[in-house]
Nanobody, 121 residues
Framework: QVHLVESGGGLVQAGGSLRLSCVASGDISKINSMAWFRQAPGKQRELVARIVGSTVTDIADSVKGRFMISGDNAQNTVYLQMNTLKPEDTAVYFC???????????????RGQGTQVTVSS
């Protein structure tokens, strides 16, 4: 089993910044990718950004130039630096990880509980 714990959410004024963190722990031999998703009330879940190793493979058009995903492979941690926040960025942000287990016998996706980001106008 793998656990993902997000932190760093909160309330911020438009134009402000937040940095989200997500730490993975448990039965891990390799993290194949990590990603941030978000879901606002009444809207579909949206992929914000994905990183494979140290390579950013996906980033949503709505956050390009404002958000940056990065990772610390040694700490099984992924970050989301969010700058120039807008009210439309308000959502619950989830971390997801594609993980190979300790013996290399399973590969599964895991998701954290999420952290609320609220941007006031």
């Amino acid at each position: 089993q793998v656990h993902l714990v997000e932190s760093g959410g909160g309330l911020v004024q438009a134009g402000g910044s937040l940095r989200l963190s997500c730490v993975a722990s448990g039965d891990i031999s390799k993290i194949n990718s990590m990603a941030w998703f978000r879901q606002a009330p009444g809207k579909q879940r949206e992929l914000v950004a994905r990183i494979v190793g140290s390579t950013v493979t996906d980033i949503a058009d709505s956050v390009k130039g404002r958000f940056m995903i990065s990772g610390d492979n040694a700490q099984n941690t992924v970050y989301l630096q969010m700058n120039t926040l807008k009210p439309e960025d308000t959502a619950v942000y989830f971390c997801k990880a594609d993980v190979t287990n300790t013996f290399g016998t399973r590969r599964d996706d895991y998701r954290g509980q999420g952290t609320q980001v609220t941007v006031s106008s």
